[in-house]
């Protein structure tokens, strides 16, 4: 995978099917209805229940709204993946204007891969991997995929001098 | 008897109520093991306006103690800035100021 900016937003290139794969599931994530997956993206917010009722009453269904508008425009900016002509893996184009969405839908993802590869801090150390069951390893390389494009976005990286980069191998 | 007892209890919910309105609530961003540091620092920006030394500096706080205290004041602008947190995803409590 590398990344470039253009005049009106971010390309990512050489996505190969498994990193696509990854990028799709971002919106289902998001939509996800399990219920470790509800508790991390929507958690308990106040202490005195009165104040939770209330949270949950006015805040949340705004909150609701708002993931799912998210991962409609993520799942609008994946339908316009295009091939790439050599190596048949694609191309991604993500506006300037869907960035802050992107960020925040990428960042759900990876806490909603989190809680269900049931990952912890220690896990997610890099020298425990080869710890970690086959399930974690795989959503550890789903995490770190979409960091990397989270950086990406983020500006943290440069990207000038940057090549390809994100050596991940998702079997 | 019953009517002056249930009056009695009417008043006392109303004094504890505004005695909860009147306080200060904190917002607070626990720790998580997931979100990029430099997400957190970025997100504190835009929801609150802070300038990047604050907010690397309260990111800083949320990794090393495990939570920080990002704000302070009226209950209702409390709930919008813990709405606005948990919108970005970031682990995000509320708490009466009892201090």
Redesign the interface.
Known sequence: MWAARFDEGFVFGDLTPASVDTLKGVPMLIESSDARVRSRLLPETCDDPDDEEQWRRHSVPELERLFLSRAQLVRRDLAGLRPMAKSGNQLLLIPDGHVAAWLAALNAARLALYVLAELSAEVMEPENFDQASQKQQEALLRIHLLAEIQSVLLGDLDLESAGPFGDFVIE | MLVRAATKEKTDTKTSSQTSLAKPWKVIVHD?????M??VT?VLMQVFGYGKEKAHRLMMEVHQSGRSVVWTGAREQA?IH??KL????L??????DDA
């Open positions: 998580d093991p997931v979100t990029l430099n997400y970025k709930e813990a709405q948990q919108s970005h995803h682990l995000t409590t509320l708490e009466v």
